[in-house]
């Protein structure tokens, strides 16, 4: 009888119908020829701070969202599946078992319908090895999962200064004065957990690390966010045993356990670092960006496969993110792509149709855009071929810039399109960096290749630099670059 | 379902204005007309205390706008009233929506009829003789511990002299400030005195770039240690007998009350407040509260910028969610159960950190702006007895404890590997008293096992074994299934 009623009102409350569920958006100010945007409905009258996205091998959307609920979305119908989760950074659907899992601020935590109602009632604690107290800042992100069944996600620091903090309560590792530190154990790390459930810490260094990613070769990238001991936004490739340069993190690192982390220099943890593979200058690009996602569609979203898409949660845009493997390190450019959508982003997800749908946020950093919080999904009409930067990567004599289709072959090959600037970062404990020695390069040559797709520039080269060009060519067909900017980390050179 | 409620709500106001009450002979110009809503989600009245004469007619009016059945029952002015009357209406049992929750016990003087959504219901009644502070409560079970409030009765010359602010003045000056001017030193524009003795600026009749200086009188019951609260949009401070107690300048929001303490003799003290507006918002809020003397307000709600608070609401079944509570464990999972009664788990240490009487929480501060701050409990905590995971091995050892994960299936049951074993803990709230039911299965017990547990202020129950203060050995034949029911010894205070 209780049990009945039970299920009367679950329904009743948690099933909203969609009538048209796909909305037409207004489409962005910057976004490429042949894409569009559409806004997806949402359950009527509930706070829907996307945090997580990922979808089940029967096309069932799982979304779990700041507020702490997980929906799920099949054939136009919202369904809560979960409520009462702490702050979920992150939902991950295993593609065979459909078991779903989800890093919320205290543990990894796997949530099961035992008796098929459509609703999670038991919630099993994989791992909550990490440390954690109330300070607002010590989010947990992920998870990602490696084709070996290993989990892996990051760790917010603490915010510690107590100017920040309100309280000096969390004041715990702060390094040379810096604004972020570790009131708790691996705050700032990356981490793994076996099949098993055996937490390992992974690397350190982190700050902000708001979204992780991972490719078809399991290896592992996380975001991070400008602030103290972050000169800008930026990329990482998350190597076992890598330290990323944030110091308070080394607190939980047993070759630092007996040391002052304030004994050690910032030239110092400078040298010990792993530098970032991409930046994103801040402010020109990203400011506080989310998680890294793969295009691994082989083509059903347009001409970028195998690059990554990088969503912002303060600028509201979409960018992509082209490796470039050097000495066997990856570096690479960042390219803006749509700019921007309705809400911050901090999560997006390839549907099997090859579409990207975009999760927004815009809770607590202001992000630009008209909404809070919401879904929206960008579409490649397939056919399309936007004028675009595909990517640019490094040569032993300047760089290679290479287009998404022919370009006219008499301004692709003139010096004058292309306008090089560089700088270069400092780390330092500061929140963030301004823009150092800041120049312009000269192209001494340019050779487009026969196909009039890629264009070889002769510039000078020097490592730990950044890069920015700015392209004024026009496509075999007159279209105009959708995004005429591109950064380039130069960590290494060719030897 | 929405569409449903919202006929709910329709046909409730259509029968209301269809039966519509009118009043009894007598009573057609009552002395007061005082009108009770409900703080929507809150489990509160929104008039917690209000004053009438000595033998006055009153009419008082229960408007319903929560979600929830509530009533107002008001008490005799006896010490604990409150508590016999609730305990009474428990009693009642099934059929207790008869008789409105009720009780038929001389205890109740007056009471509306239980209501819900969208309703209201008028008494008329003449009050008590004697002047004295009547309790009046909800019955509705689980609200008695937050929904109170208090009639004051006084003959009429009582009534005035028990004025917040006795003989209070304002002095009005005109100008732009960063910070508090020496008001003395400047010519002030206009004056006049406030007869309701409440501070309150939107008699001042002023938007922007001016500033008050308040001074009167308060009467102080009894000596020792008082604290006043002050909060401002922009800057205020306030002085007792000429001594700086708070202050709070400069230009600001209402962002965060300020509190100042100060000892002071029983008798009358000379109380005042300067305060300044640049632009914006305004806003001066005071209270203060003593040893005889609950929290008092001094000044009047109208102008302030309201505290907002997104209270999650518990119906029919139990509501669990993770998120960080006010001075609770940073692990916490706040469990709402049915009938007001909550706790809040501590997943780390694995154990309950305390329980509390009333709605359950006000998520406003993980939800709002940056989010991630501790959520508040919405009522009266009471203390469990928590010293960590309670079960120790038949010789009395603690054992490793770690939190497995919980279930929402029915009662909230929380999973625990206990030294190996598997522990399942589910807790509901106690049937009788403010307190707890502990549900233990430990499917691999074979020893003997004790529960241990702070006893102080408690009262135990079990369903097996024996008690040695605050020590519970389960006998290994009921070791696999046992309960133990904490409950608080005095109740949630008047």
């Known amino acids: 009888m209780i049990h009945s009623s039970h299920r009367h009102t679950f329904f009743a409350v948690a099933v909203t119908l969609l009538v048209g569920s796909k909305l037409s958006a207004q489409q962005p100010a910057t976004i490429p020829a042949g894409y569009r945007v559409e806004t997806i409905a949402l359950p009527d009258g509930v706070a829907f701070g996307v945090s997580g996205l990922s979808f089940a091998p029967d096309g069932t959307l799982y979304a779990c969202t700041r507020e702490g609920q997980v929906w799920t979305l ?67 992100y992920g998870p990602v999962c490696d084709s070996k069944g290993n989990f892996y996600g990051t760790l917010n620091t603490t915010l510690s200064w107590p100017g920040w903090a309100g309280s000096e309560e969390w004041d715990v590792a702060r ?25 390992e810490p992974w690397s350190s260094g982190l700050r902000s690390p708001a979204g992780i990613g991972i490719n078809a070769k399991d290896e592992l990238f996380c975001t991070d966010n400008q602030g103290d001991w972050v000169a800008t936004s930026c990329l990482h490739v998350l190597g076992k045993g890598d330290f990323h340069g944030h110091p308070s993190s080394l607190t939980d690192h047993p070759d630092y356990a007996d040391l002052d982390l304030n004994s050690i220099t910032v030239e110092k943890y400078g040298e010990l670092r792993e530098p970032a593979a991409v930046n994103f200058p801040h402010g020109d690009l990203a400011n506080s960006p989310g998680e890294p996602i793969v295009d691994d569609t082989k083509g059903k979203f347009g001409p970028f496969a195998g690059q990554m898409f990088v ?44 579409s ?54 008499t301004i692709a090959a003139s010096k004058e399109a292309y306008k090089i600037e560089r700088w270069h970062y400092k780390h330092h404990a500061n929140y963030g960096s301004p823009k150092f020695e800041q120049m312009a390069v000269p192209v001494s040559d340019v050779q487009l290749s026969e196909d009039r797709m890629t264009a070889h520039l002769s510039t000078p080269l020097h490592a730990g630099t950044m890069y920015q060009f700015n392209i004024d060519v026009t496509a075999d067909n007159d279209q105009t670059l959708s995004n005429h900017v591109a950064w380039y980390t130069l960590n290494r050179l060719y030897e | 379902m929405r569409t449903l409620a919202r006929l709910l709500i329709l046909t409730a106001i259509t029968l209301s204005s269809l039966t519509a009450q009118s009043p009894p002979p007598g009573f057609e110009k009552p002395d007061h007309d005082i009108k009770i809503g409900v703080r929507s989600g809150l489990l509160r009245y929104d008039t917690e205390k209000f004053t009438v004469g000595a033998g006055s007619k009153v009419k008082l009016t229960l408007v319903n706008s929560d979600e929830m059945v509530h009533n107002l029952l008001i008490c005799r002015d006896d010490d604990y009233v409150t508590a016999t009357v609730a305990a009474a209406a428990m009693m009642l049992g099934p059929d207790a929506s008869k008789t409105h929750y009720v009780p038929d016990i001389p205890e109740v003087l007056f009471h509306t009829k239980a209501i819900s959504t969208g309703q209201e219901d008028t008494i008329w009644f003449e009050a008590p003789k004697k002047p004295g502070a009547y309790p009046y409560i909800c019955t509705l079970p689980g609200h008695t511990f937050t929904m109170t409030g208090v009639m004051r009765v006084g003959d009429a010359a009582e009534l005035k002299q028990d004025l917040p602010i006795e003989l209070l003045r304002y002095r009005l000056y005109k100008g732009k400030w960063t910070m508090l001017p020496d008001f003395d030193s400047l010519p002030h524009d206009r004056d006049g005195g406030i007869e309701d003795g409440i501070v309150d600026l939107s008699k001042l009749d002023e938007e922007s770039n001016f500033g008050a200086s308040f001074t009167g009188i308060i009467k102080v019951e009894a000596a020792g240690q008082h604290t006043f609260f002050l909060n401002s949009d922009d800057g205020s401070r306030l002085l007792v007998d000429g001594k700086m107690v708070v202050e709070y300048d400069g230009q600001h929001g209402p962002a965060k009350e300020q509190k100042g303490e100060i000892e002071l003799t029983a008798g009358r003290h000379l109380l005042r407040v300067d305060f300044f507006q640049g632009t914006g918002g305004k806003a001066l809020r005071l209270a203060y509260a003593g040893p005889d003397q609950q929290r008092r307000q001094l000044s009047n709600d109208k102008n302030e910028i309201k505290t907002r608070v997104t209270p999650i609401s518990v119906h029919h079944h139990p509501v669990v969610m993770r998120v960080h509570v006010e001075e609770a464990a940073a692990r ?118 004790q529960f241990v547990i702070d ?14 203060d605050g020590t519970l050995t389960v006998p290994a034949q009921h070791a696999k299934k046992f309960t133990v029911t904490v409950t608080t010894a005095t109740g949630a205070k008047k």
Not at chain 1, 101 to 123: H, S
Not at chain 1, 175 to 199: L, Q
Not at chain 1, 396 to 409: E, I, M, Q, Y
Not at chain 2, 413 to 432: D, L, M, R, Y
Request: proline share 4%; with cysteine.
């Open chain 1, 74 to 140: 099949s054939n136009n119908e919202w369904q809560l599946f979960a409520s009462g989760l702490h702050e979920p950074l992150g939902i991950y659907v295993a593609p065979k078992t459909s078991k779903v899992f989800v890093v919320q601020r205290p543990e990894l935590t796997e949530l099961i319908d035992q008796n098929g109602d459509g609703r999670a009632e038991r919630f099993r604690t994989v791992t909550d090895a990490w440390g954690l107290t109330n300070n607002y800042h010590e989010y947990a």
């Open chain 1, 175 to 199: 390094v040379h004065d810096g604004k972020m530190g570790r009131a708790a154990k691996y705050r700032g790390w990356s981490f793994r957990v076996t099949p098993d459930g055996t937490f």
């Open chain 1, 311 to 354: 969503g912002d949660q303060t600028r509201s845009n979409v960018f992509r993110v082209v490796l470039d493997k050097v000495q066997g390190h990856y570096q690479g450019c960042a390219i803006n792509f749509i700019d921007h959508l309705q809400s911050g982003i901090i999560r997006s997800r390839f549907a099997s149709d090859g």
């Open chain 1, 356 to 409: 990207l749908w975009v999760g927004q946020t815009g809770r607590g950093w202001r992000s630009r855009g008209k909404t809070t919080f919401g879904l929206e999904r960008i579409v490649w009409d397939g056919a399309t071929v936007p004028f675009a930067i595909h990517s640019i990567q490094l040569t032993k004599s300047g760089f290679k810039v290479r287009f998404t289709r022919p370009a006219n072959a």
């Open chain 2, 332 to 449: 916490s999972i706040a469990v709402g159960l049915p009938h007001g009664i909550n706790y809040c788990f501590d997943a780390d240490a694995c154990c309950v950190q305390f329980g509390w009487g009333g709605a359950y929480l006000d998520v406003g501060p993980d939800r709002d702006g940056r989010g991630g701050r501790p959520c508040k409990t919405l009522g009266q905590r009471f203390q469990v007895g928590n010293i960590g995971f309670p079960l120790r091995t038949a010789d009395g050892r603690e054992q490793p404890s770690r939190f497995l994960g919980y279930s929402t299936d029915g009662t909230p049951s929380f999973t625990i590997n206990w030294g190996g074993k598997e522990v399942h803990w589910s807790i509901a709230a106690s049937k009788g008293g403010v307190g707890l039911e502990y549900s233990f299965a430990i499917p691999a017990a074979h020893e003997d096992v």
């Open chain 2, 455 to 468: 006893h102080n202020d408690l009262k135990l129950a079990s369903s097996t074994g024996q008690w040695q």
